[in-house]
C-alpha cells in the first residue's frame, strides 16, 4: 500500500532563514505529488504539485520542492521563511489516474521565531 | 470564485446519534472529496463523488454515506456515532475525478463526540 512519510513532527527556524521540509514516499511507480499547508483551524490550502516532467517546482508564497525519484523524496524548500509561514505542513500522493484518493502524511509543524 | 464551504464549522454529538455534514463545492467544480482528520494526523480519505455518483471510498465504515446533488454540493452522514468519530471533517472538490488537479479544500467541521 502507498505511504507517505514525512520525518520531521515539528520544525523551528528563525525569520529570514531557509527552510526545507522533508517528505518520502513509498508508491509502485511515480505518483503526483502535493504538498499543501494548514493554518490553525482552517482547510488546506495547495502549494504545490508534481506530475511529470521538471524535477524542481514552483509553488504559491515562494516555496519550491524537488521531485527526487532515486530517493522516493519531495522535499520543500524556501530560502526566507516568514513569520506567517508558521503553519503545518503536509505532504500528499496520488496515483495517477484511477479516482482521486490522496494520501497525507502526518505532518510537519513549523514554528518561526523572531 | 467562490471556494468550498462547509457548514456547521462545529457541532457537538452524543455517542449513538447521527449527523450530517454539508459542503459546497467550488464554482465549476464537479467532484467532491471528503476527509477525517484526527488531532494530530494528516487526513484520511473517506470517499470521493463524482457526478453524483460514489466514486472510491477509503476504509471507512458502511455507516460513513454521503450525496452530491446536481449543483455539485454534498452531504456527509455519520451513523450511530462512536467517540473516535470526533475530527475535523474536510470537504474538497476539485475539476475532475482523477489525480490531475489539486483539491480546494474546505475550512471544516469540527464533529466532538460525547
Known amino acids: 500500500a502507498q505511504s507517505v512519510t514525512q520525518p520531521d513532527i515539528h520544525i523551528t527556524v528563525s525569520e529570514g532563514a531557509s527552510l526545507e521540509l522533508r517528505c518520502n514516499y513509498s508508491?509502485?511507480?511515480?505518483?503526483?505529488l502535493f504538498w499543501y499547508v494548514q493554518s490553525p483551524g482552517q482547510g488546506l490550502q495547495l502549494l504545490l504539485k508534481?506530475?511529470?516532467?521538471?524535477?524542481l517546482v514552483q509553488g504559491i508564497k515562494g516555496f519550491e520542492a524537488e521531485f527526487k525519484r532515486s530517493q522516493s523524496s519531495f522535499n520543500l524548500r524556501k530560502p526566507s521563511v516568514h513569520w506567517s509561514d508558521a503553519a503545518e505542513y503536509f505532504c500528499a500522493v496520488a496515483l495517477s489516474g484511477g479516482y482521486q484518493k490522496v494520501t497525507f502524511g502526518t505532518g510537519t509543524k513549523l514554528q518561526v521565531i523572531p | 470564485e467562490t471556494g468550498v464551504t462547509q457548514s456547521p464549522t462545529h457541532l457537538i454529538k452524543t455517542r449513538g446519534q447521527q449527523v450530517t455534514l454539508r459542503c459546497s463545492s467550488q464554482?465549476?467544480?464537479?467532484?467532491v472529496s471528503w476527509y477525517q482528520q484526527a488531532l494530530g494526523q494528516g487526513p484520511q480519505f473517506i470517499f470521493q463523488y463524482y457526478r453524483e455518483e460514489e466514486n472510491g471510498r477509503g476504509n471507512f465504515p458502511p455507516r460513513f454515506s454521503g450525496l452530491q446533488f446536481p449543483n455539485y454540493s454534498s452531504e456527509l452522514n455519520v451513523n450511530a456515532l462512536e467517540l473516535d468519530d470526533s475530527a475535523l471533517y474536510l470537504c474538497?472538490?476539485?475539476?475532475?475525478?482523477?489525480?490531475?488537479?489539486?483539491?480546494?479544500f474546505g475550512s471544516g467541521t469540527r464533529l466532538t463526540v460525547v
Open positions: 508508491y509502485g511507480a511515480t505518483p503526483y
Open positions: 474538497a472538490s476539485s475539476l475532475a475525478k482523477t489525480s490531475n488537479y489539486g483539491y480546494t
Open positions: 464554482s465549476g467544480h464537479n467532484t
Open positions: 508534481y506530475f511529470s516532467g521538471d524535477t
